[in-house]
């Protein structure tokens, strides 16, 4: 597998999937827009307004997404 982090630190108000390494070993992955990415944190906020901080030396990889599809009239 190959995994690649094409956004950095100039990135912010970016729209992003970041997969992160977690304490036991796994991965998990985040999607939301970029906040901030600064020393040595990076802060994803997600659709629902919560706020996700990941230690950078946890990326494993970040890439852009495009936006959400319009949500469809009920």
Request: aromatic share 4%; no cysteine; proline share 11%.
């Amino acid at each position: 597998m190959r995994f690649t982090r094409d956004v950095g630190p100039g990135d912010s108000s970016v729209r992003i999937s970041l997969r992160r390494r977690l304490p036991d070993g796994g991965y998990g992955d985040v999607l939301g827009d970029l906040e901030s990415w600064s020393d040595g944190v990076v802060v994803i906020v997600r659709r629902d307004g919560s706020q996700v901080t990941v230690a950078e030396e946890d990326v494993v990889a970040a890439k852009r997404i495009p936006p959400p599809p319009p949500r469809r009239p009920r």
